[in-house]
């Protein structure tokens, strides 16, 4: 009677939490230890080649992940093609001509087949190789919790709805993450992964010609290769300093107001998150241990596991 009293309240608690409990309580950190033991290398190596050939795919990668997590949970829709009879998510505004990285998972996904064919989802590659892309590029690790199943289905509509946009103000990424059960802390640590990657000019064209919380210099520099008009996809680094490099440079130009995107720099622009942002500026072990904590909470929004979803053999296609 006792351990069925405890059971219902653990189920209640569940419903009461969503997605946290029910995620934590299905992942693993050794869920293919017998049934796939060489994923962790295999991963590794696909990423170790990616990043050697473009250091810039561990951001991409990261991103992929993100952006995947964020619309009905981290299930690999990001990843599925569009077809005749199939909408999915690559063509939303968030993702269209900049969500990059496909054929290194597609590449490491093959060779997962080959070692332990219809085993391993898409959905957790794509997570091993956020972290592996990370680490490359001198960022913390963190443990994976694995177990995750790949969608069948997949959402523009949510892709273009619950994407934070690089205009966005504080109000709205602080209400975006928190609808994802991540809060301020969370959503501040991982905007520091801005401190790798590039962003197309029409991402930031605004905040260059437009905001007034800019350095001038900063501004003029970035103006040089975004033009008022045209060039929208001419790029420029996220962080004007160290952009293949994992480290805290990131806060320190939003402290001199060079962040590139509006969304950056409304971390510290007289707001709640100003201090956490010095904070992370000149504490470097502070932002790694918080961002490495926010991956594993991002990265348990909303699993497909048990018999939900399935494992796809192509990353691509629903099976």
């Given at each position: 009677m006792v351990s069925l009293s405890r059971n219902l309240i653990l189920a209640f608690l569940c419903v009461l939490l969503g997605f946290v409990c029910f995620s934590n309580a299905q992942l693993s950190d050794n869920f293919y230890g017998t049934s796939c033991r060489n994923l962790q290398t295999i991963v590794r190596n696909g990423m170790i080649q990616a990043v050697k050939r473009e250091a810039r795919l561990g951001a991409s990668i990261l991103r992929l992940f993100f952006h995947d997590c964020f619309v009905n949970g981290c299930d690999a829709s990001i990843l599925l093609d569009d077809t005749s009879t199939f909408t999915g998510e690559k063509n939303a505004n968030p993702n269209r001509n900049s969500a990059r990285g496909y054929e290194v998972i597609d590449t490491i996904k093959a060779q997962v087949e080959s070692a332990c064919p219809n085993v391993v989802s898409c959905a957790d590659i794509l997570a091993l190789a956020a972290r592996q892309g990370t680490v490359l590029l001198g960022g913390p690790s963190w443990a994976v919790p694995l177990g995750r199943r790949d969608a069948r289905t997949a959402s523009q509509s949510a892709a273009n709805t619950q994407i934070p946009a690089p205009f966005s103000s504080l109000s709205t990424l602080l209400s975006m993450f928190s609808a994802k059960g991540l809060?301020?802390?969370?959503?501040?640590?991982?905007?520091?992964?801005?401190?790798?990657?590039?962003?197309?000019?029409?991402?930031?064209?605004?905040?260059?010609?437009?905001?007034?919380?800019?350095?001038?210099?900063?501004?003029?520099?970035?103006?040089?290769?975004?033009?008022?008009?045209?060039?929208?996809?001419?790029?420029?680094?996220?962080?004007?300093?160290?952009?293949?490099?994992?480290?805290?440079?990131?806060?320190?130009?939003?402290?001199?107001?060079?962040?590139?995107?509006?969304?950056?720099?409304?971390?510290?622009?007289?707001?709640?998150?100003?201090?956490?942002?010095?904070?992370?500026?000149?504490n470097v072990a502070s932002f790694r241990s918080d961002f490495a904590a926010a991956m594993v909470k991002m990265g348990n929004i909303s699993p497909l596991t048990g018999t939900n979803g399935e494992i796809r053999t192509n990353c691509r296609a629903i099976n």
């Amino acid at each position: 009677m006792v351990s069925l009293s405890r059971n219902l309240i653990l189920a209640f608690l569940c419903v009461l939490l969503g997605f946290v409990c029910f995620s934590n309580a299905q992942l693993s950190d050794n869920f293919y230890g017998t049934s796939c033991r060489n994923l962790q290398t295999i991963v590794r190596n696909g990423m170790i080649q990616a990043v050697k050939r473009e250091a810039r795919l561990g951001a991409s990668i990261l991103r992929l992940f993100f952006h995947d997590c964020f619309v009905n949970g981290c299930d690999a829709s990001i990843l599925l093609d569009d077809t005749s009879t199939f909408t999915g998510e690559k063509n939303a505004n968030p993702n269209r001509n900049s969500a990059r990285g496909y054929e290194v998972i597609d590449t490491i996904k093959a060779q997962v087949e080959s070692a332990c064919p219809n085993v391993v989802s898409c959905a957790d590659i794509l997570a091993l190789a956020a972290r592996q892309g990370t680490v490359l590029l001198g960022g913390p690790s963190w443990a994976v919790p694995l177990g995750r199943r790949d969608a069948r289905t997949a959402s523009q509509s949510a892709a273009n709805t619950q994407i934070p946009a690089p205009f966005s103000s504080l109000s709205t990424l602080l209400s975006m993450f928190s609808a994802k059960g991540l809060n301020a802390r969370d959503m501040t640590a991982l905007s520091g992964s801005h401190t790798i990657g590039q962003a197309r000019c029409t991402t930031f064209r605004n905040r260059i010609y437009n905001d007034t919380n800019i350095d001038t210099q900063f501004a003029a520099t970035r103006r040089a290769t975004c033009p008022a008009s045209g060039g929208d996809a001419n790029l420029a680094p996220l962080d004007i300093q160290t952009p293949n490099r994992f480290d805290n440079d990131y806060y320190q130009n939003l402290v001199v107001r060079r962040g590139l995107l509006h969304s950056d720099q409304e971390l510290f622009n007289g707001g709640s998150q100003d201090a956490l942002v010095r904070s992370y500026s000149n504490n470097v072990a502070s932002f790694r241990s918080d961002f490495a904590a926010a991956m594993v909470k991002m990265g348990n929004i909303s699993p497909l596991t048990g018999t939900n979803g399935e494992i796809r053999t192509n990353c691509r296609a629903i099976n």
